[in-house]
Nanobody, 125 residues
């Protein structure tokens, strides 16, 4: 069992930066693939970034490549999402997720078993 709590969301102007954190409880964090997803009003939840158990492999949605960086600290059971160059279209509730997705399902919500409650990111233009 993994419990996830996101933090770090807020209001930022376009072009600004935020760092989201996802604190995990339970002993399985280091053995879990982790991901960030986001959901804007009226839209489906979409993949943002994923990271392997040891942190050596990362993958990103095309829309955030070069602007967002996912990382993890297994000693602290924490995952991060550094976001720079924020755009109004990045505005959404951001969720962290943990699970055992395969190469095809790392990009999908069905690949993850555990979810946080979400943190709101608002970008003003």
């Amino acid at each position: 069992q993994v419990q996830l709590v996101e933090s770090g969301g807020g209001l930022v102007q376009a072009g600004g930066s935020l760092r989201l954190s996802c604190q995990a409880s339970g002993r399985t964090f280091s053995s879990s693939v982790m991901g960030w997803f986001r959901q804007a009003p009226g839209k489906e939840r979409e993949f943002v970034a994923g990271i392997s158990r040891g942190g050596g492999f990362t993958t990103y949605a095309d829309s955030v490549k070069g602007r967002f960086t996912i990382s993890r600290d297994n000693a602290r059971s924490t995952m991060y999402l550094q976001m720079i160059g924020l755009k109004p279209e990045d505005m959404a509730v951001y969720y962290c997720a943990a699970g055992q997705p395969g190469p095809a399902t790392i990009f999908t919500t069905t690949g993850y078993n555990y979810w946080g409650q979400g943190t709101q990111v608002t970008v003003s233009s």
